[in-house]
């Protein structure tokens, strides 16, 4: 599976960015997706997850309730709408898929085996 992350951008404090996942290559349907993020000096750290099949999804606690990840399977395209955005948002965003075929959601990044390349986002205060 090949990735490409995009919509990345400079958003002020309270604003919103959405952000989209291209797919290629495998079946990407069967596949479950996750976001993550990584900022200077810090680990790289999940953001969110979607189970193959869209049942699942998952946030961290620091996005919950601004976040949503969706998918769309015949476009093969993951995305998710950042709301009320907040400094500490910023970072590199990166969409990954799933090491094994029709899992569920992980917050493992060990559990992701493809990476796309990243998009930044900054939030100004």
């Known amino acids: 599976v090949q990735l490409q992350a995009s919509g990345g951008g400079l958003v002020q404090a309270g604003g919103s960015l959405r952000l989209s996942c291209a797919a290629s290559?495998?079946?990407?349907?069967?596949?479950?997706m996750g976001w993550f993020r990584q900022s200077p000096g810090k680990e790289r750290e999940f953001v969110a997850g979607i189970s193959w099949n869209t049942i699942s999804t998952y946030y961290a606690d620091s996005v919950k309730g601004r976040f949503t990840i969706s998918r769309d399977n015949a476009k093969n395209m993951m995305y998710v709408q950042m709301d009320s955005l907040k400094p500490e948002d910023t970072a590199v965003y990166y969409c990954?898929?799933?090491?094994?075929?029709?899992?569920?959601?992980?917050?493992?990044?060990?559990?992701?085996?493809?990476w796309g390349q990243g998009t930044q986002v900054t939030v100004s205060s």
């Open positions: 290559g495998r079946s990407f349907r069967n596949y479950a």
């Open positions: 990954a898929a799933s090491r094994s075929v029709f899992s569920g959601t992980s917050y493992d990044r060990n559990d992701y085996a493809y």
